[in-house]
Structures are given as structure tokens and as C-alpha cells.
T-cell receptor, first 115, second 115 residues
Framework: QQQVKQSPQSLIVQKGGISIINCAYENTAFDYFPWYQQFPGKGPALLIAIRPDVSEKKEGRFTISFNKSAKQFSLHIMDSQPGDSATYFCAARGASGGSNYKLTFGKGTLLTVNP | ETGVTQTPRHLVMGMTNKKSLKCEQHLGHNAMYWYKQSAKKPLELMFVYNFKEQTENNSVPSRFSPECPNSSHLFLHLHTLQPEDSALYLC??????????????FGPGTRLTVL
């Protein structure tokens, strides 16, 4: 119920191409869906996030598409660049009791953008 | 120093050692978190502190002992660890209240190896 399933595990894209990473969840109580980007030797950093009342959010080359009925959301990276090579994690926020919330993370996708 | 800092960045310890990990956030946040990141597994939430009070213990073995003396500092005391505890330990912080309560800011992590 609390899992977030992420695919693919790894992805190789040519420079200028579109990178697409997908996530699926079961818990309909999740109410916030962030994507994190992690470079080697660094902690994850928030990239973009969406709430379930919208179907799409775009920030620069990064877009989240959200399908509430299918309980799926995806990250699209347009015009992928070698500097985008990193591990990407999707996450979902759910209540953990009282007024507390916690993030449940996917397993991550290692993106490699070839020059 | 800005953001979330963690020390040490790398730690090698034997199973009988006692060591501590330190996290400090310079963002004025009131919530702090410990996560464990293992290869090919989702980030695992270990502990959550809100206003110095522990609000989440995600069934973590007692050989991990957190301490939060104030809203800016978080420690993870380690003793009699097992080799399977080897992982990257990430600290994060987030504000409580306001519009950005969902955003967690991560430190660079401590790479722990248990021999």
C-alpha cells in the first residue's frame, strides 16, 4: 500500500532526446509527488513536484505528467543534456499519523545522457 | 556554511565500535530526518524529529540511536553494527508550516562501511 514503483531502473538517452521515467502508486491518500535528482557524492535535491489536482507541471525542460485515475506519474526531460546524467527518484507524500507526513521513495532511475 | 551539512563524509568501523554521525542544518527548519540509502533499494526513512521531538521511528534496530539536541542539529549514534548496515546515511530537513512544508533538503550523506 505504501510502495511507489519506479521504472526503468536505468536509462540511456542521446543528447537532445527525451528521457521518460515512470512511477506508479497504490495509496490514494498520497497528496504530493516530488521528483528528486541525485548526483554522485551528493544528497538528493528536489527537482520538481506536483499535487494531484493538476495533470501536468512544467519547469524549463522538466515536466511531470500526472494521471490520477491510473495512479501514475512520470517525469519527462526534454532536450536531455549530459549534465542531466544522475539518479532520479520519484516520491509520494502520505500521512504517518496525526499531523505528520512522510515521503515514500521509488528505487531510483540511473539516467545516462550520451554526448 | 549553508544548507545541510553532514560529518564525517566517510566512516569505516568495526562491528564492536561506537561512532556518531552528525548533521547540521542552516536553513531555520524545524523538522529533521535520517534516511538510509542502500544500492538498488528505495530511500528508507529511519527517524523524524519535529521541534526536537521524535515523531517517527520506522522500526529501526536499537543499535541506531538518534539524538536531536536542538532544531539545527541531529546525531545518529551507532554501536555494534552489522555489515548489512553499510550504506549511505542521509540527513534531511524541512520547514514546518507554510507553503513549502513538503520540501525536504538533503545533506551529502555519510558513506558508512561496517567491517
Amino acid at each position: 500500500q505504501q510502495q511507489v514503483k519506479q521504472s526503468p531502473q536505468s536509462l540511456i538517452v542521446q543528447k537532445g532526446g527525451i528521457s521518460i521515467i515512470n512511477c506508479a502508486y497504490e495509496n490514494t491518500a498520497f497528496d504530493y509527488f516530488p521528483w528528486y535528482q541525485q548526483f554522485p557524492g551528493k544528497g538528493p535535491a528536489l527537482l520538481i513536484a506536483i499535487r494531484p489536482d493538476v495533470s501536468e507541471k512544467k519547469e524549463g525542460r522538466f515536466t511531470i505528467s500526472f494521471n490520477k485515475s491510473a495512479k501514475q506519474f512520470s517525469l519527462h526531460i526534454m532536450d536531455s543534456q549530459p549534465g542531466d546524467s544522475a539518479t532520479y527518484f520519484c516520491a509520494a507524500r502520505g500521512a504517518s499519523g496525526g499531523s505528520n507526513y512522510k515521503l515514500t521513495f521509488g528505487k531510483g532511475t540511473l539516467l545516462t545522457v550520451n554526448p | 556554511e549553508t544548507g545541510v551539512t553532514q560529518t564525517p563524509r566517510h566512516l569505516v568501523m568495526g562491528m564492536t565500535n561506537k561512532k556518531s554521525l552528525k548533521c547540521e542544518q542552516h536553513l531555520g527548519h524545524n523538522a529533521m530526518y535520517w534516511y538510509k540509502q542502500s544500492a538498488k533499494k528505495p530511500l528508507e526513512l529511519m527517524f523524524v524529529y519535529n521541534f526536537k521531538e521524535q515523531t517517527e521511528n520506522n522500526s529501526v534496530p536499537s543499535r541506531f540511536s538518534p539524538e536531536c539536541p536542538n532544531s539545527s542539529h541531529l546525531f545518529l549514534h551507532l554501536h555494534t553494527l552489522q555489515p548489512e548496515d553499510s550504506a549511505l546515511y542521509l540527513c534531511a530537513s524541512s520547514p514546518l508550516g507554510g507553503e513549502n512544508t513538503d520540501t525536504q533538503y538533503f545533506g551529502p550523506g555519510t558513506r558508512l562501511t561496517v567491517l
